[in-house]
């Protein structure tokens, strides 16, 4: 069974870090091109970030350039996001997906509070 | 960035009913080395993660019923559920896979009348 798992969520002061971690299972990992997508409190999903199969191209939503980080190792078949000075628009579920051209299997989410 | 525009905000609808939503893109999602549209649709319920009803515009993904039906090309879209089964209450949502940043819609609403 194709799934994701995202972990690492949690309440963390603005200007706070965090990594989030999407482990993978029962497809070649390798093979895809992933994405992170968030989606706040109420709200529509918003795109985070994407990587290449061997994760050498990456891209970024201006929201959060230069503050996240994405990367995955494709030996452990985990996708990371790196988080760096968060602020409270952060707040949000994360969800891991596998892109081939759309939004094919979305894990269930990790949630992100930040806030004093 | 491509602004995908959905109408109406929400709906209601009788069981057996059908339910049509729109999407409208700011520039067309159309390839045209392929003829494809870069656009799919989704389906959220309440406590769970999008899931992906359609893509291509028109293609059904595997496990899809049958009554849910896309259709349109370029910049205009629509999802059409043919007959509305109480499992479909769920909040629907347009995107587009063209460009990057991908881009989602603000969501329709669909409930029962």
């Known amino acids: 069974e194709v799934q994701l798992v995202e972990s690492g969520g949690d309440l963390v002061q603005p200007g706070g870090s965090l990594r989030l971690s999407c482990a993978a299972s029962?497809?070649?990992?390798?093979?895809?091109?992933m994405h992170w997508v968030r989606q706040g409190p109420e709200k529509g999903p918003v795109w985070v970030s994407r990587i290449n199969p061997d994760g050498s191209s990456t891209d970024y939503a201006h929201s959060v350039k230069g503050r996240f980080t994405i990367s995955r190792d494709n030996a452990k078949n985990t996708l990371y996001l790196q988080m760096n000075s968060l602020r409270v628009e952060d707040t949000a579920v994360y969800y891991c997906?596998?892109?081939?051209?759309?939004?094919?299997?979305w894990g269930k989410g990790t949630t992100v509070t930040v806030s004093s | 960035d491509i602004v995908m525009t959905q109408s109406p905000d929400s709906l209601a609808v009788s069981l057996g009913e059908r339910a049509t939503i729109n999407c409208k893109s700011s520039q067309s999602v159309l390839y045209s080395s392929n003829n494809k549209n870069y656009l799919a649709w989704y389906q959220q319920k309440p406590g769970q993660p999008p899931k992906v009803l359609m893509y291509w515009a028109s293609t059904r993904e595997s496990g899809v019923p049958d009554r849910f039906s896309g259709s349109g090309s370029g910049t205009d879209f629509t999802l059409t559920i043919s007959s509305l089964q109480a499992e479909d209450v769920a909040v629907y949502y347009c995107q587009q896979y063209y460009i990057t940043p991908q881009t989602f819609g603000q969501g329709t609403k669909v409930e029962i009348k």
């Open positions: 029962g497809f070649t990992f390798s093979n895809y091109w």
């Open positions: 997906v596998r892109v081939p051209y759309y939004m094919e299997v």
